[in-house]
């Protein structure tokens, strides 16, 4: 059984999504677009720690602190496959992700060169 069909691990992940989906449908418009916003400089964070992302986000001159919210999203560089090639494997995943328990997945894509 993979582990995201084990009955205690989609419990909580529901749970969690369903948690959320309500507390969303209950905020008004401002508050829903500053959740979108915190959320969205969380992410930036996060994938700052990234090895492949914070040497293209430093080239590109952007720290985390100068993302306000999602409309900075077009300072971001973008990565690209052969990006992820280059960098792979410790390059692609935050320091803390513990990979022991990944599962590495491939896919040809639409150029027919696959990604690992």
Do not use: C
Not at 46 to 53: E, R
Not at 69 to 80: A, N, R
Not at 83 to 101: A, C, E, L, S
Request: aromatic content about 12%; charged content about 25%; cysteine-free.
């Amino acid at each position: 059984m993979t582990s995201l069909l084990h009955p205690g691990i989609a419990y909580h992940l529901l749970r969690g999504y369903l948690v959320d989906t309500d507390r969303v449908w209950k905020q008004d418009r401002e508050a829903i677009e500053r959740y979108k916003s915190r959320q969205f400089r969380r992410m930036v964070r996060y994938a700052y720690d990234v090895p492949v992302y914070r040497r293209k986000y430093r080239a590109a001159g952007i720290y985390p602190a100068d993302i306000r919210g999602i409309e900075d999203i077009k300072k971001l560089p973008t990565v690209s496959k052969n990006d992820f090639r280059k960098n792979f494997p410790q390059g692609i995943v935050h320091p803390y992700f513990d990979t022991t328990h990944a599962h590495l997945v491939s896919t040809s894509g639409s150029t027919g060169q696959p990604v690992s």
